[in-house]
């Protein structure tokens, strides 16, 4: 190998930095996402990212469905750069357009950051996606946000924290009052106080000013009581708390934790330095040949999400890649591991805020949108060299379910193949009844919005109008050991079984405590939450 490639490639991976949020809908993930890219210079005026999207929604015919119900289908790829640093933040599409897509997304990130409403503490959703995290054992940042507003005490959400995600914690900062008498937080690093003036609507960088613990003025500065108490949690969280172990954070088994608020801008640059110290740069992944390190010269990468219909002018398709090893440069011939075939990534695109970008070079690290003629599925390897293939991305456990059926049968034909392309696609997983006479697919979903798509996509493009009956299930488990393994429980009660798209068994329950009740009845049984991906 050149020896400029390999600098080349050690200096990228040195410099970047790729993360994802995970949150419930309104902890704040839009504005903390505008202020960090205000951060990074990448916009001036924080909104922008919003006004953005109002403007696209104005001008453009770009998803009949997304203008309908004005929510964002895509995920896109933020890309900014701070103190020389390239730092890529993936998108996980929250509220209503929460589907499989969010769990895939953060298949790709190296590092999560977890944002909690002070108010609130941890949610549902940041729950689930927790759990997906836990599952690849990144490193996870928690920004508790909102101490402008009066929120929950921080040593109750650190416990709580702790006590449910059984994560150990440590406070990189900790505030100084909160709600209306939130005076800025304290950097436990460098035993300074960052004072904070609110700044109209919290549209520009907040002034911040820095003062010694040490400093006299210090009591004059804030009120008494907050400063008593200031001292007292410190010498509580020195005296009980554990040491920052870098270690810990990067199996994801210790989280740092920041406070401050993402509208008024309290904390958010003192998070993003700390982070850019404390993140998981870019690293090994595993595949078909072992580990394979970011520098090894040949380029690879996976498919962890596809975009249909992004302009449907064009009827194209886009996939996305994360670079997992190697430069990728445009126009390269890539190996592709699963049809065997060689083909040009032609027409490469770096998304920003959602417009369209071409790219020439991407590094490990980074996502690139491929323009996708039918020829990606969702956790593809490509690869130059030596032929390699990457672990795949899992099936994730469905929460919703339905029977989807096709009330006209001179359609069959396109139906079946529509639900067939869609599947593959991973727009929604599909199951079969084991009654053969119930030949209606039962579409999987993690989010509502999977089901629209599916309907929506299927009359547009394949004009099979269709009917979706609601099924009361909320749980899905995989049987280990298949077929034979469930035979020799003999019956079992209270579930429905039914098979994947890989004919493999599957237990439907109506919640969870059905699911827990069988486990009890049946110790023997094995059950699994998420399926691995044979595609
Ligand atoms: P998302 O759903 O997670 O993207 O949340 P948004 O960023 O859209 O924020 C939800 C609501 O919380 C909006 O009304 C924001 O203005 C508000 N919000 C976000 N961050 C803060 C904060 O730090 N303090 C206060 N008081 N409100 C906030």
């Not at 907040?206 to 040490?214: K, N, S």
């Amino acid at each position: 190998m050149s020896t400029e490639l390999q600098s080349e490639l050690v200096q990228a991976v040195e410099l970047r930095r790729n993360f994802a949020i995970i949150s419930h809908p309104d902890a704040g993930k839009t504005t903390l996402t505008e202020k960090l890219l205000l951060y990074g210079g990448a916009i001036h005026e924080a909104g922008a990212v919003k006004a953005r999207r109002a403007q696209r929604k104005a001008t453009s015919d770009w998803m009949a469905m997304e203008q309908q119900r004005g929510i964002s289908i895509t995920s896109t790829v933020l890309q900014f750069e701070y103190r020389h640093c390239q730092i890529n933040l993936l998108d996980t599409p929250g509220h209503q357009d929460f589907s499989e897509d969010t769990y895939r997304t953060l298949a790709a990130a190296d590092n999560a950051v977890m944002l909690i409403d002070a108010a609130k503490g941890l949610e549902p959703q940041t729950r689930k996606l927790f759990e997906v995290c836990k599952l690849r054992g990144i490193p996870i940042f928690t920004f508790i946000n909102k101490l402008d507003r009066p929120g929950r005490e921080p040593l109750e959400l650190l416990d709580e924290i702790e006590q449910e995600l059984g994560l150990q914690t440590y406070a990189v900062n900790w505030p100084i009052g909160m709600g209306d008498r939130f005076k800025g937080v304290f950097d436990r690093h460098k035993q300074q106080i960052h004072l904070f003036e609110r700044s109209a609507h919290g549209s520009r960088e907040a002034r911040d000013t820095i003062v010694e613990l040490t400093d006299p003025r210090i009591e004059d500065q804030l009120e008494q009581s907050l400063y008593y108490q200031l001292k007292n949690d410190l010498e509580l969280l020195d005296g009980v708390g554990p040491e920052l172990d870098l270690q810990l954070v990067h199996e994801g088994k210790m989280t740092p934790v920041f406070f401050g608020s993402a509208m008024t801008n309290f904390g958010v640059e003192l998070f993003l330095k700390y982070f850019l110290d404390y993140a998981l740069k870019p690293g090994s992944h595993y595949s078909s040949v072992g580990e394979v390190p970011p520098t090894y010269p040949e380029f690879s990468g996976f498919v962890f999400k596809l975009q249909a219909n992004m302009d449907p002018k064009h009827r194209d398709r886009v996939a996305f890649i994360r670079v997992c090893t190697g430069k990728f440069e445009k126009d390269m011939m890539v190996n592709h591991a699963r049809i065997g075939k060689i083909i040009r990534l032609s027409r490469p695109q770096k998304l920003f805020a959602q417009e369209r970008e071409s790219i020439d070079v991407a590094y490990p690290g980074d996502v690139i949108g491929l323009n996708n003629p039918g020829v990606f599925a969702i956790g593809d390897t490509i690869y130059t060299g030596q032929k390699l293939e990457y672990e795949g991305i899992p099936y994730f456990s469905p929460e919703l379910f339905a029977s989807l059926r096709n009330p006209n049968p001179s359609k069959s034909k396109q139906f079946q193949k529509g639900v067939a392309e869609l599947r593959e696609e991973g727009a929604v997983q599909i199951m079969y009844s084991t009654d053969e006479a119930k030949r209606d697919p039962i579409l999987a979903a993690v989010g509502q919005l999977q089901f629209e798509v599916v309907q929506f996509r299927l009359q547009n493009e394949y004009g099979v109008e269709t009917i979706l009956d609601l099924l009361p299930y909320s749980v899905a488990r995989w049987v280990e050991g298949g077929w034979e393994a469930l035979e020799k429980v003999g019956r079992i009660f209270n579930t429905t079984t039914v098979k994947d798209s890989m004919g493999r068994p599957v237990l439907l329950f109506r919640n969870e405590w059905n699911c827990q009740q069988l486990l009890g009845d049946h110790p023997e049984l094995k059950l699994s939450a998420i399926a691995p991906v044979f595609s």
